[in-house]
C-alpha cells in the first residue's frame, strides 16, 4: 500500500481487545509524581461539537517541556539506569521533542547524551536540544536512518538507547510511561471515554491509549490518527503485518513516520478500532479552531481534532464511525500532544 492510496478511514479486521495487555502499574504514576515539577495537565472541554462530550488532553507544558514525550522517556531512563546502572551515555533518535526530552533527563541525572536528528530537521529542534546539554549528531538520511544510527551507537560500552521505537526494552518502558498520562485523564473526566482518538506516529502513545481504553470499566474504543501520506499504521492494520511506507512529506512532521514501532505493533493490532488519515490543511484548520478556545497546540496535536469532524461527518469514514458506535451521547478524548511554539516548529509528536 503506497501513501497516495492510503484510504480516508479503516476499521482494523484483526481487532481482539481481549489480548491487549494491561497497561502499567501505579508505580509509574507514582514515580512520575516525584519528579520536580508534576503536576497534571489540564483536560480542556470543548464542548458536545455533534456527540455528548469533548475533552483535549492538553500537553502543551508538561514538566516545562512543549510535548508529552518526558512521561516516556523518563520512565524508560529510570528503568534502563536500573538494568544498567553503570552506562554513562544515553543515545537516542528523534526529530525534536523525543529527543529534547532525552537530553532533559539526561542533564538531570548528569549524564551525557547524543541525539541524531535525520537530515528534514530544521535548526530549531537541534538548538533546543543543544541548549538542554546534548550532543547532536546529524544523520545524512531519514528517521529510519536516525534510528539505525543511534542503535549503532549503543556498540560503545557504556551507552543506553532510550527509543520509543523498535524492539529495545526502553521502547516497551516508554509505553509504560506514557500510562500516566491516560490515569490523570480518568480521575479529571466526569464520565468515562467511548472513543480516544490519538496520533499515531510510531504508534508508543496509541499503544498505551489502547491498553488504557481496554482495560477501563466500561471498555472504551480507540482510533488512531495518521497524515495521509505517512499511513504506516494504517497500511500495516490493513495487511495484517507491520509495513514500511514512503513517506513524501507532512507538516505534521512529528507524524511523518514509515514504519510503526516493534513494541507496539502487538498491542495496536490487538486494539486498534481503526484508523483515520488527516490532511495538512484539516489538522490547520483543526489548529486555528483550538485557538479559538484559547488553546496553542500544534499541528500533530490538532489532528485528532481534525479527524472527530470526518468521523462524525465523511461518508469515507461511515464503517468506522459504526465500529466506534460513536453517537450524540458519546464522550470523546482527544489528545492534544504538543503545544504549537516550539513544538509548532520541530513537529516532532511520533519520535
Avoid at 481481549?18 to 507514582?30: C, I, L, S, W
Avoid at 499503544?207 to 488512531?224: E, I, K, M, Q, S
Avoid at 490493513?238 to 507524524?255: D, E, F, I, N, S
Wanted: glycine residues 10%; hydrophobic residues 40%.
Amino acid at each position: 500500500m503506497t501513501a497516495t492510496a492510503t484510504p480516508r478511514a479503516l476499521v482494523n479486521p484483526a481487532r481482539r481487545p481481549v489480548q491487549v495487555p494491561p497497561p502499567a502499574g501505579d508505580e509509574v504514576m507514582r514515580f512520575h509524581a516525584r519528579l520536580p515539577g508534576y503536576r497534571p495537565t489540564p483536560l480542556r472541554d470543548l464542548g458536545p461539537l455533534g456527540v455528548g462530550s469533548v475533552r483535549l488532553k492538553d500537553e502543551s507544558d508538561r514538566y516545562g517541556l512543549p510535548a508529552f514525550k518526558i512521561l516516556g522517556v523518563s520512565w524508560a531512563v529510570e528503568q534502563s539506569l536500573a538494568r544498567d546502572p553503570t552506562a554513562g551515555t544515553l543515545v537516542a533518535a528523534s526529530a525534536g521533542n523525543h529527543g529534547r526530552a532525552v537530553a532533559r533527563v539526561a542533564a538531570g541525572r548528569c549524564l551525557p547524551c547524543r541525539i541524531y536528528l535525520p537530515a528534514m530537521v530544521g535548526d530549531t529542534p537541534a538548538e533546543l536540544i543543544e541548549a538542554e546539554g546534548a550532543q547532536v549528531v546529524r544523520v545524512d538520511g531519514n528517521y529510519d536512518d536516525a534510528i539505525a544510527a543511534a542503535e549503532h551507537a549503543t556498540a560503545q560500552p557504556g551507552t543506553l538507547l532510550i527509543a520509543d521505537t523498535g524492539t529495545s526494552a526502553s521502547a516497551s518502558a516508554v509505553i509504560d510511561g506514557y500510562g500516566t498520562l491516560f490515569r490523570e485523564a480518568a480521575a479529571q473526566a466526569s464520565a468515562p471515554f467511548d472513543l480516544v482518538i490519538v496520533p499515531v506516529g510510531v504508534g508508543a502513545l496509541a499503544a498505551a491509549a489502547v491498553r488504557f481504553a481496554a482495560h477501563h470499566h466500561p471498555a472504551g474504543t480507540v482510533v488512531g490518527v495518521e497524515p495521509v501520506t505517512a499511513g504506516c499504521v494504517t497500511a500495516s492494520l490493513a495487511t495484517g503485518r507491520p509495513q514500511t511506507v514512503p513517506t513524501p512529506g507532512t507538516r505534521m512532521t512529528g507524524l511523518n513516520c514509515g514504519t510503526p514501532s516493534a513494541a507496539a505493533w502487538p498491542t495496536l493490532r490487538d486494539g486498534l478500532t481503526g484508523t483515520i488519515t488527516v490532511t495538512d490543511t484539516e489538522a490547520q484548520q483543526a489548529m486555528r479552531d483550538l485557538a479559538g478556545y484559547g488553546l496553542i497546540i500544534g499541528m500533530c496535536g490538532a489532528a485528532p481534532l481534525a479527524a472527530l469532524r470526518a468521523l462524525l461527518d465523511d461518508d469515507g469514514c461511515r464503517e468506522l464511525r459504526a465500529a466506534t458506535r460513536l453517537s450524540r451521547s458519546s464522550h470523546v478524548l482527544c489528545l492534544g500532544t504538543e503545544g504549537a511554539g516550539d513544538a509548532r516548529r520541530s513537529s516532532s509528536q511520533g519520535r
